[in-house]
């Protein structure tokens, strides 16, 4: 099977669940979004986290499918009995993992520059994609229905992405840079 079809040549894609939209379609935004996410986590764990957090980076991203499922099939779509939904328990899940990693991290001062080894920083990249999935899936819930749980899960896993860079550094043994504002010229 080949993997083009030719049938977005037009600028329109087909969702799950049938109908065609324009691929700048503000459903498209949202899940393309998330897939972007997925694809970042993706490079994080290609560079080697530990295991405590790869195994989180896993499990995340085959819950991203779940979210990208949910966003990419409108409320009336027949195919919508097939999507497995977001779980609420998956933002507990993500605040009981921070709540553990919190116990052994300096507690803030001011802010973090994104950076410190590879796997941290590209956790940083994640979590900027993350916010911009979070605010895809908030204009599109201006338009049309979508589950609640997607925009509760995608606010905690920027938080989250947040302290797994954070922990990835302690790990490490490398220091957080923070921000010193400048004062005067």
């Not at 979070?134 to 899960?153: G, M």
Request: charged share 25%.
């Amino acid at each position: 099977m080949k993997i083009y079809t030719k049938t977005g040549d037009g600028g329109e894609t087909s969702l799950f669940g049938g109908g065609r939209v324009a691929k700048d379609d503000a459903r498209v935004e949202a899940y393309g979004a998330v897939d972007e996410l997925n694809a970042a986590l993706g490079l994080a764990r290609s560079l080697g986290p530990v295991p405590e957090i790869d195994a989180e980076l896993a499990r995340i991203q085959a819950e991203l499918f779940a979210v990208g499922a949910e966003l990419a099939t409108p409320h009336e779509a027949r195919a919508r009995e097939s999507i497995p939904g977001v779980r609420a328990e998956w933002a507990e899940a993500l605040e009981q993992q921070m709540d553990r990693w919190d116990e052994a991290l300096p507690p803030l001062t001011a802010f973090v520059l994104p950076g410190g080894t590879p796997v941290a920083a590209a956790l940083h990249v994640a979590r900027g994609t993350c916010r911009r999935a979070e605010r895809r899936a908030v204009a599109l819930s201006h338009l049309a229905p979508i589950d609640p749980n997607v925009v509760i899960y995608l606010n905690r896993l920027s938080d989250f992405l947040f302290e797994a860079a954070r922990a990835a550094n302690l790990r490490a043994g490398v220091s957080e840079t923070l921000w010193q504002p400048r004062r005067g010229g």
